[in-house]
Every structure is written in structure tokens, then in C-alpha cells.
């Protein structure tokens, strides 16, 4: 990754260039590089498809931000906040570029594929921009989005591993697992979204909820009869004011909106973990297994 | 008009209008009637309620007797129906109405007889024949490798 900041940081500066491969939590590198060893993929070819995943996630991320006009983000400025959206949105088709490039190395089915699969988020990303202020989400359509949006990234690298891959795994289905795991992190986001502080989350608190985006803990609301008005009162509330967030948060927390959201979380990890354990190297199961169960207890 | 035909048409005379919607006069705010954030959105409700499949296979109960899509395999609403992708091979197979409904309920985690039951009260079909096709239709999927049990 420092070497492809590198390579462009001659062309557009070095502070710009820092922009396009900044490393975060490094979630769809980790799972690259574990998935990948335990299908018995050569290291060499599980990095690449490591950068490929995190340049193609940086790249969202610099377009989510303008999007979202977000000022924060790994806890720091964001690009739009300190040079403006033009120059955050061409940074993310640097990005976007540059993993395009890594997928070249692992032949023209990976960029084929990797086309689809940011055609998928952009399509989820703008879905989700044209549900923004509908209260008409329901577990099943929230869970599409989150396959486009976040899971068709991690799709992609379960598949590109999947054909690299020289062992039987057909039962594992890396693609699937893959996309479980993106539904998973989006998940597990949401509920971070109205759990954790400012200074923790690196961005504003309950910031989905105050742009009219029902989330996961929200749905869980909305289903039930007994919590759904007034959800929709807060949710009303919050329109005209945005320090009613607050009351939000704290409904969805005392109603048991968000331990459901939980639930669910962990019914996924179930499928994701039954889907490791069926992953041919058996030595590196129980470490994708442990990054898995960690990167759903993230403080949830 | 063909292609070529518009190509040389807006190089001749600087209109670059595709077609009379494309040039079609736009609102004051550069919206066209009919095409405001508030209908999009509805159309939008609707596309992901039909796409809510992509996630089904993960919201079903597992356990035995539950079949699922076999690895590898996608399934896709489409207005027509659904189609079913297999994505190694690439190849898709095409689902009327019925099919896709016999599809979406073996995500939903329904048994080979639920299936069949359930699409006899939807379809009002006493006589029993769609729910001996949807058996049918499930066996094919089995031998070509689309679902897995």
C-alpha cells in the first residue's frame, strides 16, 4: 500500500497521495489475507487481492465522505473537509484505479468481476441515498443493501480467492462467506452508529439516524407494533431537531431494539462460522474463526 | 433513427439530444416532472424489496432438511420473474413468476413439502399440480447442482 502512495506521490504530492491508500482497521485485507491461507493460496496472490479489497474501499470511502459531507473519518479529516469534494472525489478514482491495477495482476476475470462488484456498491450505496427519510425498511430489504453496499467487496475477494485457490472447498463457499462477513461489519456498524461516542467511532454519534437512514437497530423497532409509534415519534422529533438523537439512542437501547440488532448480528456470525470450519486448511481455521468472532465484538 | 445515425446527425448540427425525453424541457430546479427525490424513492422502496433475496440465504433457520442455494449460486428478482446464476460456470437459468416463488421459499428455509403446500394456497390450487410441478422443479435444480440440502 506504501508503495502504491509511492508510485503516485511523484504525480499529485505526497499529502494527496497519503489520501488514496491511508490504512484503517485493514478489516478486508485481514480477511484476505486469512481466508486465502486457509484455501492454501500463495501468499503473493492473497496480498494482492489484500490491496485490491482496500484501494477499492478507500475509494468508497473518499466518495462516501463527500456524499455524506463528513468531516471525520479514522478520527481525522476528512479530504472533502480539508480540500474540498472535487479533489476527495479524484482521489477516489485514484484509488479506485489503482485496484483495478492489483486485480489486473490476478488476471482479467478479477477486474471483470471487480467492476460487478463496485457496480453492486454504488448501486446500494445509491439505494441507500434514495431511502434516506422512508421508514418502509424491513430486516430482509435492510440486508440487501448492506450484500451491495458492503458485502459485494468481500464477495468479490472470497471469490478471486476461491479461484485461486489449489484445494477442494466447494462446501466452505468463499463468496458467500465473504458477503456474510460484509453484512456482518455493515451490521455491526449501525450498531456502533448509536452505541459508541464521537471520540471512539472516529465519526459523529447516531449520524445514520440524522441524515433519515433507519439502520438495523431501527428495523427492529419499526417490526414491532408495541415500539413502532413511538420510534416514529422520535424519528419525527429528530427531523426538526437534531439533539433528539440522544432520545433516539437511549429508546432504541432501553426498548431492546438494539440487543436484537445484536442477535442478529450473531445468528450471521453462526453462518459465517459454520462456513469457516469448512475451509480446507484446517490450521488456519481457527484464526479466521478468531477474526471473525472479534470483528463482531467490536464493543457491540 | 439508428446510432450512427444520431452520431452524425449531433456532429452536423451541435444537437446532441438523443432522443425527444432527453431533450424534454427541465423544471426550474433542473428536475423534470415526475423524476422528484420523493418518487424515486418509492420506486427505489420497491427495486429493494424485489432484491431483498440477495440476503435470504442468510436469514434462513439452518438446520436438517433445509435446502439451500449450492455454492456458487445467486438468485436475482427480475420483473419477469428470477434468474439463478452460477457464477463459476456463468451460466443462468431463467424462473417465471411461479419458479421464482418456489426459489424465494426454499430461501426463506421451507422444506420440499412446505414449498408445495404453501404454493396451493397462494395459487388457489386445490387439484394439487403446481405443487407436484414445484417438486418437479426442485429435482432439477437438485441434478444440475443448484441447491444443496
Known amino acids: 500500500m506504501q508503495a502504491r502512495a509511492k508510485r503516485i506521490s511523484g504525480r499529485v504530492g505526497s499529502a494527496l497521495a497519503e489520501h488514496v491508500s491511508r490504512p484503517g482497521k485493514m478489516l478486508r485485507a485481514r480477511f484476505a489475507v486469512q481466508v486465502g491461507a486457509a484455501l492454501g493460496v500463495a501468499p503473493g496472490k492473497t496480498e494482492t487481492v489484500a490491496r485490491a479489497m482496500e484501494l477499492a474501499h478507500n475509494a468508497s470511502l473518499l466518495h462516501d465522505d463527500c456524499v455524506d459531507d463528513a468531516s471525520l473519518r479514522r478520527g481525522l479529516p476528512t479530504p472533502n473537509s480539508v480540500y474540498g469534494s472535487t479533489v476527495a472525489l479524484l482521489l477516489g478514482d485514484i484509488a479506485f484505479t489503482q485496484s483495478l491495477e492489483e486485480a489486473l495482476e490476478l488476471g482479467p476475470k478479477a477486474v471483470e468481476r471487480l467492476v460487478s462488484a463496485a457496480r453492486e456498491m454504488a448501486i446500494g450505496e445509491l439505494q441507500e441515498e434514495f431511502l434516506r427519510g422512508s421508514v418502509d425498511v424491513t430486516l430482509e430489504s435492510y440486508m440487501g443493501v448492506a450484500a451491495r453496499k458492503t458485502g459485494a467487496l468481500f464477495e468479490w475477494g472470497g471469490l478471486t480467492l476461491s479461484d485461486l485457490s489449489p484445494l477442494e472447498h466447494a462446501a466452505a463457499d468463499p463468496a458467500r462467506l465473504g458477503s456474510a462477513l460484509g453484512i456482518l461489519l455493515q451490521m455491526v456498524d449501525d450498531i456502533h452508529d448509536y452505541t459508541l461516542t464521537d471520540a471512539v467511532a472516529g465519526k459523529e454519534r447516531a449520524k445514520d439516524a440524522k441524515i433519515g437512514r433507519v439502520t438495523l437497530p431501527g428495523v427492529f423497532a419499526l417490526a414491532d407494533a408495541s415500539r413502532r409509534g413511538r420510534f416514529l415519534e422520535l424519528w419525527a422529533a429528530l427531523r426538526r431537531d437534531p439533539r433528539a438523537a440522544s432520545d433516539l439512542a437511549r429508546f432504541l437501547d432501553e426498548s431492546g431494539s438494539l440487543d436484537e440488532a445484536r442477535a442478529e448480528c450473531r445468528k450471521v456470525v453462526g453462518t459465517i462460522l459454520e462456513l469457516t470450519r469448512r475451509l480446507p486448511v484446517r490450521g488456519e481455521v481457527d484464526e479466521v474463526a478468531e477474526f471473525v468472532s472479534a470483528m463482531a465484538e467490536r464493543e457491540f | ?149
Open chain 2, 1 to 149: 433513427m439508428g446510432y450512427a445515425d444520431l452520431i452524425r446527425r449531433a456532429w452536423r448540427t451541435g444537437r446532441f439530444a438523443a432522443s425527444v425525453r432527453s431533450s424534454g424541457k427541465k423544471g426550474a430546479a433542473g428536475v423534470r416532472p415526475g423524476e422528484s427525490r420523493g418518487s424515486i424513492r418509492g420506486e427505489m422502496e420497491e427495486i429493494v424489496r424485489r432484491e431483498s433475496a440477495d440476503a435470504l440465504g442468510f436469514l434462513a433457520p439452518r438446520g436438517e432438511g433445509i435446502m439451500k442455494l449450492a455454492p456458487f449460486v445467486k438468485f436475482r428478482e427480475e420483473k419477469f420473474g428470477a434468474v439463478l446464476f452460477e457464477t463459476r460456470s456463468e451460466k443462468v437459468f431463467t424462473l417465471n413468476p411461479t419458479a421464482a416463488d418456489v426459489v424465494r421459499e426454499l430461501l426463506a428455509g421451507a422444506s420440499e413439502g412446505e414449498i408445495g403446500e404453501r404454493l396451493k394456497g397462494r395459487y388457489s390450487d386445490p387439484s394439487g399440480r403446481l405443487a407436484d410441478e414445484a417438486k418437479a422443479l426442485v429435482r432439477q435444480l437438485r441434478d444440475k447442482g443448484l441447491i444443496a440440502d
